[in-house]
């Protein structure tokens, strides 16, 4: 790609990545999340990125009436309060109202699965269901429902990797279940790649076919992408670890908890432990950003590519945005 067309593509491309890093938007709406979710606030100090809260999407409320619509269908909960619909309408908020909706919808579903295993009936056993395309669980009949819309238009490559990061969050459901078992505890080197599986690898995966795009299987492989992915994931994975630490009623699966079991630390400093590696962490991604191999693409594939990295650069302040809002932790 030497033409002067393609190299103002890829400038383009470029520019749209650096605005989400400094992207200067609305006003916050009024705080009801949890205490704990308060402990965040250092990092829009520390974080560029994460200096002023994500703008909403303009459809926000048909986005809301949406999710409802298809919870009330499925049989599952979506509460206003809770709010996942303004996560994915920030997350989203440069993309179409349908994008946001979809990307609402598998967030309703898993968090729904993520408290089903944690404080429910529900066995590990409903990721084989899932696999096998059984519907005899509430949550299965959901999931056959958002699979049905979502992989429609999606390759059997992209199938076959969300499929695997299904695969990929139920042995880490497994391994926590074993280890509560047996009252072992992650050690601090083990856990982030054991959090990258029980958070939801596959949520990733759906950014694509939320914005109607399929990002190169090559491009999957390359360190950048890769770091890129799980910095994003282990962002807002551990941001929820500090926000949803006094719901865990003692579970040792949440890094502030591991901090201060493992290094002595007190709750605050283990709490600030944590805002550390969170605030590295974001560095991380937005380095990895920088070096994609943009200019190894053609330019509609690079505009694809920068669409679903915009929305993984923009998804760490959404997060931080709806949990010092959503009721879910308060």
């Given amino acids: 790609m030497n033409t002067a ?35 965040l606030l250092p990092l829009t100090e520390r974080v560029p990125a994460m200096a002023a809260p994500c703008r909403m999407h303009p459809s926000v409320y048909a986005i809301e009436a949406a999710v409802i619509d298809w919870a009330r269908r499925t049989g599952l909960r979506a509460d206003p309060g809770v709010g996942f619909h303004r996560m994915a309408g920030r997350a989203f908020a440069e993309f179409d109202a349908a994008a946001a909706a979809l990307f609402a919808q598998w967030l309703t579903w898993l968090f729904h699965l993520d408290d089903e295993l944690d404080e429910g009936p529900c066995s590990l056993e409903i990721f084989q269901g899932m696999l096998q395309g059984s519907v005899s669980h509430p949550l299965e009949a959901a999931f056959a429902d958002l699979w049905r819309v979502t992989s429609a238009r999606m390759s059997d490559q992209w199938r076959g990797r969300f499929a695997m990061n299904l695969r990929r969050q139920h042995d880490a459901c497994r391994t926590e279940a074993d280890n509560r078992a047996a009252g072992r505890m992650p050690t601090l080197e083990e856990y982030p790649a054991l959090r990258r599986g029980t958070v939801g690898p596959y949520l990733y995966d759906l950014v694509e076919p939320c914005l109607r795009v399929e990002v190169p299987a090559w491009m ?111």
């Fill in 5 to 39: 067309v393609s190299t103002t593509v890829i400038d383009t491309v470029r520019t749209a990545l650096r605005s989400v890093l400094h992207w200067k938007p609305l006003m916050p709406r009024p705080r009801r999340g949890g205490a704990a979710a308060l402990a």
């Fill in 220 to 330: 999957h492989e390359t360190e950048p992408w890769q770091e890129l992915v799980n910095a994003c994931s282990d962002v807002t994975a551990w941001c929820n670890d500090v926000a949803s630490r006094p719901k865990e009623r003692g579970d040792v699966h949440n890094f502030v908890v591991l901090a201060m079991r493992q290094l002595g630390l007190g709750e605050r400093e283990a709490g600030s432990w944590v805002l550390d590696r969170i605030a590295r962490r974001c560095q991380d991604m937005h380095e990895a950003a920088r070096r994609l191999p943009l200019d190894e693409l053609a330019p509609k594939a690079a505009r694809d590519v920068s669409k679903v990295a915009c929305a993984y650069l923009a998804a760490p302040r959404a997060h931080l945005d709806w949990l010092l809002e959503s009721t879910r932790y308060a």
